[in-house]
């Protein structure tokens, strides 16, 4: 038993000494100016990944590392090998803006806070929406672009409108992607009011999966991928009613007060002079 | 101390914000934790069923190979090590996320019940390994304890039952130990049949917050506790047969 | 102690390896009555250990019969192993149960097999370990014994099924010098009692002193038989000649 004790202390001592690391990572940002030291060794440590020596977040001729996940048709996804889309398109325009060269990391969901909170990366772009809650961890910019949540049931599905969800009795099986605003809807309006089951999947394509084989009876989707998951699978359709509608924005770091900002001029002078406008429209085609 | 009583309170916001706003805690990582514990005992114990059943037919199979008559009892042997061994080949040379996926889009398409597919995906992905671990330890025990059993009057199974797989239980039981810790950790993968196990439980958190590390760690540490808690139950048992002998 | 009864009979028994490229038995017929205490002798490699291995089956022949009690065990149908319990068997090296008591290694098989009550087993345990001299060793496990009493234990393991022959596979032969005494005392005692026993083994001094009969063997086959006078003072076969000369 003494051992025990030995090992878990120490394992304590370790989670204490990562946790310290994280805090570091997301001081608070009002205390940005007193802690200068630390936002320098944040970016140096992305800095240095790079081999671009020494050189301010936001300074021409830097790096501008963007982390997304590329499963997210059309604001990011593989083209030839390169990722495209939305949300690259407008990074790009920032990084022309601030002139630097930017810098895209694909990586899993789930793990583009952390390289964004860990200073790896300098910003996280993937259709990332503003919530309360969210905003207590990380920053984020002005919006520059709406999505909306569809719902894709099978053919003939009784139902028919986002109303028959929350009907008296409904009791229906959702499916949605893990962390997405989809989940984060659907959790709180439905499977906390008692109203019926969310099941969350990994990808989006998993949850369509589990929607043709009789698993879930709808997913709630981005309306974008929906309509691609649609056109892919038979016997599927999208009600013609949103669940909801959202704002997509960049997130930052807490503490990366300077670079947050520029991106963010940058971004509402492109917004202002119709750049991103002009991105949303070319991949985004009206039905 | 200005920073560190800053730094105790940004963990102390961090932790509250992860763990105790919105029930969190008891939402997602006590019910994933749930979940997990679920998933692994119940996978443990299909996996160590399995694979004894294997192992004795693999290893009856391995031991007879020149002494049994040819006949009918022997063809049927023949073929049951033969599924055996296919059985074996495919859970061990494919990885425990594609056969996860296969059970529940596939076998069991009509099943909405994400953990206990993951209880069978993981008990029969375990039984494997754990076949060849008691094939090793059945294969280990000295001939004679086999012929001094038989010469009793014991038949086969008797013989396997009451003397040859006590003591392989006793000799495998370091890498069962191991075995079940792996297990353990791997149930992890069910996040992908929609199951909320203990990590899912803590990326959830992470994608409802935006806090990357603090439902990580939390995750981590409640695993460490598992596994040593685990590591000692084992060590205990080890010890305890071990004293039988000395 | 003869009576003449013939309990184990062997007969043609053929036993060949890897299909038939080693042959260990060639056509061998013995007989071993009631009450008897028959030696095996023989060079190392003369087959004598295949011989007493196949008499319970632990080495299925390839070829003859043996009739055990009259009923033939060779036969396929036949549930050999209700046939072994009657067969006690002593191993060169002991292949007591580890993972169990000494108490635990006697009991098991009459509780699991003969359903007899733990505590009449145990009892019945108990008297044969005081036989042995062993009683207060009961609850040891046998890495807590020396060879001797492994060895002593593993004899009266196999009596507790009371079997009607007993069959000793060169029991003193994995023991250090000092303790064949022991071993060798507890199945002369046996023998007084009037235990049918076949024993292979390399004690010529036993064999003379205990065995009714004694057979020797080379090469797969019976070479000679006969009481220890006959074989030790007047042996016949240049073979047996030649083996005794080696061994005196």
Request: hydrophobic share 45%.
């Amino acid at each position: 038993m003494k051992k025990i004790a030995k090992l878990l202390s120490l394992a304590l001592a370790l989670c204490l000494c990562l946790a310290l690391f994280a805090g570091c990572g997301s001081a608070p940002a009002g205390e940005g100016d007193a802690a200068p030291p630390d936002d320098a060794a944040v970016t140096d440590t992305a800095a240095d990944a790079e081999g671009e020596g020494d050189a301010a977040p936001t300074e021409p001729g830097g790096t501008l590392i963007m982390a997304t996940n590329a499963e997210f048709p059309p604001y990011e996804f593989y083209e030839n090998g390169e990722v495209v889309g939305i949300d690259a398109e407008i990074a790009a325009a920032i990084a022309e803006k601030l002139g630097m060269t930017l810098e895209i990391s694909d990586m899993d969901f789930s793990a583009i806070i952390a390289a964004v909170q860990s200073g790896k990366a300098d910003m996280g772009m993937a259709g990332m929406t503003v919530t309360e809650d969210r905003l207590q961890s990380v920053d984020f910019s002005t919006s520059y672009a709406t999505g909306i949540q569809s719902i894709i049931v099978p053919e003939g599905s009784p139902i028919t409108s986002v109303d028959d969800l929350f009907a008296e009795g409904a009791n229906y099986t959702v499916g949605v992607q893990q962390d997405t605003t989809g989940d984060i809807y659907a959790t709180g309006d439905i499977a906390d009011a008692g109203l019926g089951t969310v099941e969350r999947y990994n990808k989006g394509a998993d949850a369509v999966q589990a929607l043709k084989t009789g698993k879930v009876d709808c997913v709630i989707i981005d309306n974008q991928p929906a309509k691609a998951y649609v056109a892919a699978n038979e016997g599927l359709t999208i009600l013609d009613t949103a669940y909801a509608e959202e704002d997509y924005a960049i997130c930052f770091a807490k503490e990366n007060t300077e670079l947050s900002a520029a991106v963010d001029a940058a971004l509402q002078e492109l917004i202002a002079d119709g750049t991103v406008q002009s991105i949303l429209d070319k991949y985004i085609v009206a039905d | 101390m200005v920073l560190l009583a800053t730094w105790l309170a940004n963990i102390q916001s961090q932790f509250i914000l992860c763990f105790i706003q919105d029930d969190r805690w008891k939402r997602y990582i006590l019910k994933g934790l749930g979940n997990t514990i679920k998933m692994a005992v119940f996978a443990v114990i299909i996996g160590i069923i399995i694979g004894i059943i294997v192992a004795i037919v693999r290893s009856t199979h391995d031991k007879t190979a020149d002494t049994a008559h040819k006949g009918f009892g022997r063809a049927i042997l023949n073929i049951v090590n033969g599924i055996c061994h296919v059985y074996l080949t495919i859970v061990r040379g494919t990885p425990v996320i594609v056969q996860i996926m296969i059970y529940y889009y596939l076998i069991f398409a009509s099943s909405n019940n994400g953990v206990l597919v993951g209880i069978i995906a993981f008990g029969i992905n375990s039984g494997a390994y754990v076949a060849e671990i008691f094939r090793a330890g059945i294969m280990s025990i000295d001939q004679g304890q086999f012929e001094a059993g038989r010469s009793l009057g014991f038949n086969y199974v008797q013989t396997m039952r009451h003397i040859i797989v006590p003591q392989a239980f006793k000799n495998v039981l370091p890498a069962l130990g191991n075995e079940f810790i792996v297990l353990l950790k791997e149930t992890s993968v069910a996040g992908y049949v929609a199951v909320m196990d203990l990590t899912k439980g803590a990326y959830i958190i992470v994608g409802r917050t935006y806090t990357a590390f603090m439902p990580l760690i939390g995750a981590a540490l409640i695993y460490l506790v598992i596994v040593m808690f685990l590591e000692w139950l084992f060590h205990k048992l080890e010890r305890r047969l071990r004293n039988d002998e000395r | 102690m003869t009576n003449g009864e013939v309990l184990i009979r062997v007969e043609g028994l053929e036993k060949h390896f890897k299909g038939g490229a080693i042959k260990a038995l060639n056509g061998v017929d013995a007989e071993v009555h009631k009450g008897e205490v028959v030696v095996v002798i023989g060079p190392s490699g003369s087959g004598k250990s295949t011989f007493l291995r196949c008499l319970n089956l632990l080495e299925v022949p390839t070829g003859g019969h043996i009739f055990f009690e009259g009923t033939d065990i060779t036969n396929p149908k036949i549930n050999i192993n209700i046939h072994r319990q009657k067969m006690g068997m002593v191993f060169q090296h002991f292949n007591l149960f580890p993972h169990m008591t000494v108490l635990g290694n006697m009991t098991i098989a009459p509780i699991k097999l003969l359903k007899q009550s733990k505590a009449d087993a145990e009892a019945k345990a108990m008297k044969l370990l005081e036989r042995v001299n062993l009683a207060d060793r009961a609850q040891a496990y046998p890495n807590q014994l020396s060879g001797g009493q492994k060895q002593r234990i593993a004899i009266v393991r196999a009596l507790c099924m009371e079997p009607d022959v007993m069959l000793f596979d060169e029991p003193t032969s994995a023991l250090d010098p000092e303790m064949v005494g022991e071993v060798l005392e507890v199945m002369k005692q046996l023998a007084a009692t009037g235990m049918t026993m076949v024993v292979v083994t390399h004690e010529m001094g036993f064999a003379r002193e205990v065995g009714d009969r004694v057979l020797f063997m080379d090469g797969g086959l019976l070479v000679e038989q006969g009481g220890p006078e006959e074989i030790f003072g007047s042996p016949k076969s240049e073979r047996l000649q030649a083996f005794l000369s080696k061994m005196l």
